[in-house]
């Protein structure tokens, strides 16, 4: 998972409904921008994904150095994505990402991807939150987020409706 993602998802309440009997594998890199620069500057979420790793359901990893340097010599990306996408081929595991270059560089890879809105609609197609929950974590993706305004209401519209997501 990306910072942007993590942060997201912990700003719509959203992140703690996926931990519900799930853990999260972040990089390094990823917990530093999104907690050690988050509390640095009094961010509740930084303090809340802290909690969520002191109790276990966050466990920061450390990319492997040869993964590691493949995907800083392929892909142009900031190091939160570069590790982000280098743990997730390593753990050949799904990778969460809002960065459009990360998520460009994990098809590449054949990673199998999806963003902090993917995981909203999976929430609300699985019935884990209540559809006005879930238009409540919109809102707050909407604000916080950079997604394009014609996704956000694409969302909206399904989960108004009786439409799956």
Known sequence: ????????LTKSNLLIKVLDKNTLSIPEAVYEESVGKGIEKGFVD????????????????????NNLAFIENTFMLHQGEKEAVALAYEL????????RKGRNAAKILEIKLT????????LVDKKKI?????LNALSILEKEGWY???LINKIKNKLMGDQKC
């Not at 998972?1 to 997201?8: A, E, F, G, T, V």
């Not at 050949?92 to 960065?99: A, F, N, Q, S």
């Not at 209540?130 to 879930?134: M, P, R, T, V």
């Open 1 to 8: 998972m990306d910072s942007s993602s993590l942060i997201l």
């Open 46 to 65: 930084a303090y809340q994904i802290e909690r969520l790793k002191t109790e276990g359901k966050i466990i920061v990893k450390k990319a492997d150095k």
């Open 92 to 99: 050949k595991t799904h990778l969460i990402i809002d960065d």
């Open 115 to 122: 963003s902090a809105l993917g995981i909203l609609e999976a």
């Open 130 to 134: 209540k559809k006005e929950d879930g």
């Open 148 to 150: 394009k305004e014609e």
